[in-house]
């Protein structure tokens, strides 16, 4: 995997079913620079979903490697204990959900705000840090929008 990699996998699969067999995701090998930005895109059903959850270590793999860099080492996660992975991607990963997985209640900042505020952050930390944040993705003027008012 390349040196400047701040994300990589290495032969990564992935299947569903007990009664059936359906490979979502076979041999993949990936990785993203720093300062680089990419789209995964495919029809519906593809597995997008399915590999950005496995990128994000939210799922186990069948087989294959993510590697996340960490202390300007690439680590793969695997062979980390799930409380250090959910840490580190708390702190270090952001997610865009297209749909059900913002909160109806809260705005976007607030939103954003709130893994910040579950990480023990200061309030005005969180808020200042997730203006940034949707500002950098083109959001600053939809921060008091509500979930159902994005897209």
Known sequence: MAASAILACKNLSKSYGENFHLTVLNDISFSVNEAERIAIV???????????????????????????????ELVNIQQLKEDKVTRIRNQFLGFVFQFHHLLPEFDALENVMLPMLIAKKSKEEAKEKAFELLNRVGLSGRISHYPSQLS
């Open 42 to 72: 495919g029809k519906s059903g593809s597995g997008k979903s399915t590999f950005l959850q496995l990128l994000a270590g939210l799922m186990p793999v069948d087989s294959g490697e993510v590697h996340w860099l960490i202390n300007q």
